[in-house]
């Protein structure tokens, strides 16, 4: 044998030398010219589990027959199992022959060469196909010889009869086979029924007549409704897109704050169209047991595709589509980021005295120091427990996402299987004329590929109405009562309800209607509808008294916000003061926005500052340099706000911007393992913090000389809260102007005995407030002497004419903030 006993480099030494391990690795362009050696244990372990199936049955014959000689048992199994004796030969030959292979060249080449190398082309001059056939009828044929030998050895006859046999022993097992199938039918019809059933929950459907809603119904969001009408005119009437290669939107996400009117929109859609409408409801999706979303997604498409075939259309509207399109994300970044009242916290002013423009600076500020305390764990949306409780996202919206984008597959059993066994082509799809319609207030957690073109082709955000269309709505919502409200007064309202939405505005008429009629009447009239926009922005005042010092300290408090509110302010009015305390504030000045602005000038932010902080100068001033506790949310709002003009506004003293060295490493403090070199000066953050605290100082003295010019004016003002308790914007202006208000008169509060009478009364209220005692004068107040009694009547029906407004809204927890 050739190249058999070379040296150990040798190709030949695998061969002898190393037979029970692999063979170690060869030289690079080596070629073999015997076959592989095999381990021993590789090449003994089919002829080991042979003997051992002997050996157990010829100990089975022993047990059985204990009276048979060992060798007569042997003979015996040998004899009846003779397909043992066929497998142990064929396998020692396969041994014998692999033997030969590694030992002799010419044996393996013969093999490989003539007798498989003649099979390999064979094989190689078919095709893919049909040798994938040729073999499975040769594993087929196979599995046919080895169940005869089966059978045969069973039934104890030969092979081939054992194979006629098999429909006698088919009709003998029927009765057991049925009853097997039975058990088996009962077993899954009870899963079936039980996933059938939670399969139809939460999914409504609305045929045409039921839905009267039309477009002349939805009030305020006029934009929308023109972009949603083009939309309809393709549903109506497909070809004149699809004729000029086009194809009809088939998807449209509408979102925005809650109450906008979304849903109402969907609704009149489908009253439009006379088409069917299918609501599904938010919990739809949200199931106890896996699977069963995507089942309800593939029934709902399969029912909406019958409807749009009979009807020519459908209308399927998701409610609250984040429940639904979410995977988990939670980030509300992108290109969905809508603005909207933002809530005042509890504490004093905070955002109370600002701006909306600023208030929203605040608020992005307070967020953007959330985020830089560094990375937090994100916990996905849906949590799922032992097997049970599945939400939205269990495979749901990726069969939504499949069944929005597959609707052009050819359906239908017959369709796509027996036609195409019979060599015919599947006929494609109808055009199905579904207009899927989604809703969401969160849509920055939908999903990417719920939003692509193709699935929503349109998104349309549904904001707050404008002011035109809030008057509209006001107008449409009062026609279905009886009230005694003028145009302007109408007009009036939309102004001093900024946010208002088509939900909130019809809660806040219908509350008047009922304040209407707790007082007896059936006519609504402006007190009624003031009163009950007082009482849905600020909810029912608590049922508590202030104790008579604090009650002056609160109200010196306001009435120092209102004057430098009113003196600095140009583009704010005032629409309220109150020292009534609420669930979350004790007082409150509020200010409204009669013009839509998009931009904010130095100016302004700067008489943000001067009313944040006329409450700190006012009572130092008024209370001899002592203050509150109340004043520290104003400090905050006002420190932030004159971080934003130094740091990242332009409207500082440098041209800085110090996002930018703060992202290079140089803002707010030194950099990491000391000063850079020739950094001999103080750090930025330090610089920075210099040129706000100079900012402050300077409003808060331009602030505080405000307010001792005018000193009679806020002892005015909190004269009127003291004893009305609320007061509105424009009953501020007549007290500090000298004129009749809609409530008080203010030329009173000018008389040279009102101005000695409040001075006393001040002076007795410090020295109380410095003894911790009660004030032994009496509080001055004014009868209304110089208003006739037909002018009190009339301020009567418009008092609070511009009560509370939606704008942030503007509370002061404690007018300061207090905490009793």
Request: a positive charge; glycine letters at 10%.
């Amino acid at each position: 044998m050739p190249d058999s006993g070379r040296g150990r480099g040798g190709p030949g030494t695998a061969g002898r030398g190393m037979r029970r391990g692999p063979a170690p690795a060869r030289r690079s362009g080596a070629v073999r010219r015997s076959a592989m050696p095999v381990s021993t244990w590789d090449r003994s372990k089919l002829l080991a589990a042979l003997g051992a199936i002997f050996l157990l049955m010829w100990w089975g014959r022993i047990a059985n027959v204990p009276i048979e000689p060992p060798l007569a048992a042997a003979g015996h199994v040998l004899r009846t199992a003779w397909w043992l004796d066929v497998l142990f030969v064929a396998e020692l030959a396969r041994q014998i022959h692999y033997l030969a292979s590694e030992q002799s060249p010419s044996w393996h080449r013969f093999w490989q060469a003539d007798v498989f190398g003649s099979f390999n082309q064979l094989t190689a001059q078919m095709d893919d196909w049909t040798r994938y056939r040729v073999g499975r009828a040769a594993k087929l044929l196979a599995a046919i010889v080895v169940l005869a030998l089966v059978l045969g050895s069973i039934l104890h006859t030969s092979p081939i009869l054992a194979l006629f046999e098999i429909p006698a022993l088919i009709k003998q097992s029927l009765g057991y086979v049925a009853l097997i199938m039975f058990y088996i039918f009962v077993f899954l019809i009870q899963f079936v029924a039980l996933f059938w059933f939670l399969g139809k929950g939460g999914i409504e459907t609305y045929f045409p007549g039921d839905i009267q809603t039309r477009f002349t119904d939805v009030w305020g969001q006029d934009s929308v409704l023109e972009r949603i009408k083009e939309n309809i005119i393709f549903l109506k009437d497909p070809e004149s897109i699809e004729a000029r290669g086009g194809y009809v939107p088939g998807g449209i996400l509408l979102w925005g704050p809650p109450g906008t009117g979304k849903t109402l929109m969907a609704e009149a859609v489908a009253g439009e169209t006379h088409n069917p409408f299918v609501f599904v409801e938010p919990a739809a999706f949200q199931n106890m047991f896996y699977g069963v979303g995507p089942l309800k997604v593939k029934s709902l498409f399969r029912k909406v595709r019958k409807l749009a075939l009979r009807y020519g259309g459908v209308v399927v509207f998701l409610d609250e589509a984040d429940s639904l399109g979410s995977r988990g994300a939670l980030a509300s970044t992108g290109a969905f980021r809508h603005s909207g009242p933002i809530a005042a916290g509890p504490n004093c002013n905070g955002m109370s005295y600002v701006s909306p423009h600023t208030a929203g600076l605040l608020l992005e500020s307070k967020l953007s120091a959330s985020r830089a305390e560094g990375p937090r764990r994100v916990v996905d949306r849906v949590v799922a427990g032992m097997g049970g409780m599945g939400g939205g996202d269990m495979g749901t919206l990726q069969a939504l996402l499949t069944e929005m984008s597959g609707l052009k597959k050819p359906r239908g059993f017959v369709n796509r299987v027996v036609r195409r066994a019979l060599g015919m082509k599947p006929k494609p799809p109808p055009h199905y004329r579904i207009l899927l319609m989604m809703a969401s207030n969160l849509p920055e957690a939908l999903d990417e590929a719920l939003l692509r073109p193709g699935r929503l082709d349109r998104i349309y955000r549904v904001g707050y109405p404008s002011k035109e269309g809030r008057v509209r709505t006001y107008q449409g919502y009062l026609a279905k009562v009886r009230h005694s409200l003028t145009p302007e007064q109408v007009d009036r309202l939309a102004t001093i309800t900024p946010y208002a939405t088509g939900a909130s505005i019809k809660d806040l008429v219908n509350e008047a209607l009922i304040n209407a009629i707790r007082g007896g009447r059936d006519v609504v009239t402006w007190k009624d509808v003031i009163e009950a926009k007082h009482l849905k922005t600020l909810g029912p005042p608590q049922d508590v008294e202030y104790i008579d010092r604090e009650r002056h300290a609160v109200a010196i408090h306001e009435a120092c916000h209102a004057v430098v509110a009113y003196h600095v302010r140009k583009d704010l009015v005032i629409d309220i003061a109150t020292i009534e305390k609420g669930s979350t504030y004790l007082g409150m000045v509020a200010s409204i926005q009669l013009e839509e602005q998009f931009s904010r000038w130095r100016s302004g932010y700067e008489s943000d500052i001067m009313v944040s902080l006329a409450s700190l100068a006012g009572e130092k001033m008024f209370f001899d340099g002592d203050n509150s506790n109340g004043v520290a949310a104003d400090l905050e709002g006002a420190t932030q706000i004159a971080t934003l003009m130094e740091a990242y506004l332009g409207m500082g003293q440098t041209l800085t911007c110090h996002g930018v060295t703060q992202s290079a490493g140089i803002g707010g403090s030194r950099p990491k393992g000391g000063p850079r070199p020739g950094d001999n000066g103080p750090p930025v953050g330090a610089e920075l913090s210099q040129r706000i605290e100079t900012k402050l100082e300077d409003l808060f003295k331009r602030t505080r000389n405000l307010l001792a010019d005018n000193r009679s004016s806020v002892l005015a003002v909190a004269n009127a809260l003291e004893v009305h308790k609320t007061i509105t914007g424009e009953d501020v202006r007549a007290i500090i102007e000298g004129a009749v208000g809609p409530l008080i008169d203010g030329r009173w509060y000018h008389r040279p005995e009102f101005a000695a009478d409040a001075e006393r009364y001040h002076a007795m209220a410090v020295q109380a407030h410095r003894d911790h005692s009660k004030i032994d004068v009496p509080l001055p107040r004014s009868l209304m002497q110089d208003v006739s009694a037909g002018a009190r009547d009339e301020a009567a029906n418009g008092v609070m004419a511009t009560v509370m407004s939606n704008t942030e809204p503007h509370s002061d927890e404690g007018g300061q903030g207090r905490q009793n």
